[in-house]
């Protein structure tokens, strides 16, 4: 299976469950690798037989500005779901990334890989 990764989306959000946390937006970093067949965009080279990973990219921030989640694993599904509306799309790896929740963390991660 072929791989379409996307790296370091940073995205503006509302992400965590302590009160401050709640009313401020915070950046994390999202990475996504999707599992697809990209034979037939490599050979025609053309966006319609592919992902267009700048729509993707919109797609997921607006998600994840909309839902202002509490838990990291929450917000990893929200993405995956979005990566998964895609019909052409088999599998979707996810990582969400945030920073300085915790005193003397430099960040918190989680990863996640959900089918079609």
């Given at each position: 299976?072929?791989?379409?990764k ?12 302590l ?6 937006e ?6 996504v ?32 500005e ?51």
């Open positions: 299976m072929d791989a379409l996307l790296n370091g989306i940073e995205v503006m959000c509302i992400l965590g469950d009160p401050e946390e709640r009313t401020r915070q950046r994390i970093l999202v990475d690798a999707l599992a697809l067949d990209l034979e037939a965009a490599g050979t025609s080279d053309c966006l319609d037989d592919t992902v267009d990973y700048a729509l993707l990219v919109g797609n997921i921030r607006e998600a994840l909309d839902a202002k989640c509490r838990l990291l694993e929450r917000a990893a599904e929200i993405v995956a779901d979005v990566c998964l509306s895609d019909p052409r799309v088999e599998k979707a790896s996810v990582a969400v990334r945030k920073f300085g929740s915790v005193a003397g963390l430099g960040s918190a991660e989680v990863k996640i890989t959900r089918p079609a």
